[in-house]
């Protein structure tokens, strides 16, 4: 049964649905051409930082559809600072659901007026990816934007959705018959009538100037003569996504001996008992990254040669910021959820149990991608001479 808030906001979202459908009216719509697109609204809530990041292809298939046009990200936010000043976006809008609620009872005016700010942008295009879940709130969004021309889900996996009457186009999503596709072609499938495949795969973030200094100031700092920096993450917020803190430990201690490597350990809110089972058992120098905002954890991120997580959002973020990335996955299926692209590389454990994941496999797998960025530092460094 839900908790008393949580129906109280169902039952709001019923009745406002119900009425909405009455008012609605929407009619099928052509996709627009470019000229007539001047600005889009692409409404991505979800708080996961994999899910918001998996949708960066499908910013860059729009960008390199409609150049001019100015797009604009509506996120939660929880996710709304790892988008900033993404090359794909001109503008990120925050809905904090939280705002228009008080005690369960809706603040119609303070919400009311949210829409009409959103409406003042003038957009033409309204996009809600889904891949996973259909939102309520999200298809809304997209409807009271005022976009003329707006997309969503039809159906997900075969169950319709119940707010597809918001859309002038909605599309039945189902991948039952490939269910490998990753999560951000997932995305693109949305508008894969309309819209060529995303030019590249990989997920991106933008960094300032200032952020990529910052970054690299604090690896400078606290790498002292080391030749290489590595950093792991042992949490995950959910348990069966957690190597064991141990193995972490003795991961970082073999590769920092054979690669006179630093170690850096990042925390996550849900992290504290993980990192401090895996610190315990560090026998040389180690570098604690936690409390700090996500953009400022990305930037130091982006300073190493390699990056050692569990299937959770560090490992979407890492790769992001252009870090090589190797990913364990327990449950999850990698190859919808892993980083793409060299030289991200994944480890499927046997029979989804992530503790069945060998020492031995992962010191292989983080020896070839070190000494392949060895490899690659040298041919640079050639190149220059």
């Given at each position: 049964m839900m908790a008393g808030p949580r129906r109280l906001e169902h039952r709001f979202k019923t009745g406002v649905a119900s009425v909405l459908k009455s008012l609605v009216g929407s009619r099928e719509t052509s996709f627009p051409a470019p000229p007539d697109v001047r600005s889009i609204l692409v409404v991505r809530q979800h708080n996961q930082l994999g899910d918001m990041l998996c949708v960066v292809p499908l910013l860059r298939a729009l960008r390199a559809r409609f150049p001019a046009a100015r797009i604009a990200l509506l996120a939660s936010p929880g996710n709304r600072d790892i988008m900033q000043h993404h090359p794909c976006l001109d503008e990120v809008l925050t809905y904090d659901k939280t705002d228009f609620l008080v005690k369960g009872r809706p603040r119609l005016l303070k919400f009311a007026h949210y829409v009409r700010v959103l409406r003042a942008r003038s957009f033409d295009l309204a996009i809600v990816p889904s891949t996973v879940s259909v939102s309520f709130s999200s298809d809304a969004l997209a409807y009271l934007s005022g976009a003329p021309c707006r997309i969503g889900a039809g159906s997900l996996g075969g169950a319709p959705n119940r707010s597809s009457f918001f859309f002038t186009s909605a599309r039945a999503l189902d991948w039952t018959a490939d269910g490998h596709r990753h999560q951000t072609l997932r995305n693109w499938d949305l508008l894969a009538p309309w819209l060529d495949a995303p030019p590249d795969l990989r997920h991106?973030?933008?960094?300032?100037?200032?952020?990529?200094?910052?970054?690299?100031?604090?690896?400078?700092?606290?790498?002292?003569?080391?030749?290489?920096?590595?950093?792991?993450?042992?949490g995950a917020g959910k348990p069966p996504n957690r190597w064991p803190a141990e193995q972490f430990a003795e991961l970082a201690n073999t590769l920092a001996r054979e690669f006179d490597a630093m170690t850096y350990v990042t925390e996550g809110p849900m992290d504290q008992a993980e990192v401090n089972r895996m610190e315990s058992r560090l026998t040389g120098p180690g570098q604690l990254i936690r409390r700090q905002p996500i953009r400022a954890v990305a930037s130091i991120l982006s300073c190493m040669d390699l990056v050692v997580s569990n299937d959770t959002g560090i490992m979407?973020?890492?790769?992001?910021?252009?870090?090589?990335?190797?990913?364990?996955?327990?449950?999850?299926?990698?190859?919808?959820?892993?980083?793409?692209?060299?030289?991200?590389?994944?480890?499927?454990?046997?029979?989804?149990?992530?503790?069945?994941?060998?020492?031995?496999?992962?010191?292989?797998?983080?020896?070839?991608?070190?000494?392949?960025?060895?490899?690659?530092?040298?041919?640079?460094?050639?190149?220059?001479?």
């Open positions: 991106e973030m933008g960094f300032t100037e200032a952020e990529r200094e910052a970054g690299k100031e604090f690896v400078r700092l606290t790498r002292g003569m080391k030749s290489v920096a590595i950093a792991y993450h042992p979407h973020v890492a790769a992001a910021a252009g870090a090589p990335v190797l990913s364990l996955f327990g449950p999850t299926d990698p190859r919808q959820w892993a980083p793409i692209g060299d030289p991200h590389r994944f480890i499927e454990a046997e029979g989804g149990r992530i503790d069945r994941i060998s020492l031995e496999t992962v010191l292989e797998q983080a020896r070839e991608i070190l000494a392949g960025a060895a490899r690659s530092a040298r041919t640079k460094s050639n190149a220059l001479r």
